[in-house]
């Protein structure tokens, strides 16, 4: 079974400054998906950026990008030049490739204040 | 386009109660999922519809969770009788079988079990 752990279950960031948030995950499979989802406080959640585990070049997104890591199983996110309406939950999934069910397994989960 | 829609954003029942939860996914995507995130710990998956067919119920955690989406539209989830561990966020999230893994959330409902 496939497991997706954020160690960090706060972080704070000054506006403009970059932040780094972790995310390790277990699998046995060779072909799957990695994503963060970000949720505004009493907002829905939507996918910030996704990396396709056969492509060795790290997803990015304006100034979101992550450090993929496939070997050692990591997926990190860095928000540069944070703003306040990055403040969020974030959250790390994982989907096997080729699934039928699109079944995302999800990380607890890492809230995140920017500070002016 | 709309996006996923969600009611009652909160609802607060008392143990024993009924509740029933609604999802309106995007118009036209046939994939639909219900979430659960218990207080701190990470989210997790429920059930799969398949236009009005169920393709994964793994996550349902005991036959007091009921989930129909009649028609292959809108979908909802009762919990009956309501437990107080069954207090959480339920999201639910919609997507298009040939758009590749890309799934829409809505803003959950926020069940409060007293």
């Known amino acids: 079974a496939q497991t997706v752990t954020q160690s960090q279950p706060e972080m704070s960031v000054q506006e403009a400054e970059t932040v780094t948030l972790s995310c390790t995950y277990d699998?046995?499979?060779?072909?799957?998906?990695l994503f963060w989802y970000k949720q505004p406080p009493s907002r829905q959640m939507i996918l910030v950026i996704r990396?396709?585990?056969?492509?060795?070049q790290n997803a990015t997104e304006n100034r979101f990008s992550v450090n993929f890591q496939k070997a050692a199983k990591s997926f990190s996110l860095k928000i540069s030049d944070s703003q306040l309406g990055d403040t969020a939950m974030y959250f790390c999934a994982f989907m096997k490739h080729g699934s039928n069910t699109g079944k995302l397994i999800f990380g607890q989960g890492t809230t995140l204040q920017v500070k002016p | 386009e709309a996006g996923v829609t969600q009611f009652p954003s909160h609802s607060v029942i008392e143990k024993g109660q009924t509740v029933t939860l609604r999802c309106d996914p995007i118009?036209?995507?046939?994939?639909l999922y219900w979430y659960r995130r218990v207080m701190g710990k990470e989210i997790k998956f429920l059930l799969h519809?398949?236009?009005?067919?169920?393709?994964?119920e793994s996550g349902m955690p005991n036959n007091r969770f009921l989930a129909e989406r009649t028609g292959g539209t809108y979908s909802t989830l009762k919990v009956q009788p309501a437990e107080l561990e069954d207090s959480g966020v339920y999201f639910c999230?919609?997507?298009?079988?040939?758009?590749?893994?890309?799934?829409?959330f809505g803003q959950g409902t926020r069940l409060t079990v007293v």
């Open positions: 118009s036209g995507h046939d994939n």
């Open positions: 999230a919609s997507s298009q079988v040939d758009r590749g893994p890309k799934a829409f």
């Open positions: 519809f398949v236009k009005e067919s169920k393709q994964d």
């Open positions: 699998t046995s499979e060779n072909n799957y998906y």
């Open positions: 990396q396709e585990a056969y492509k060795q």
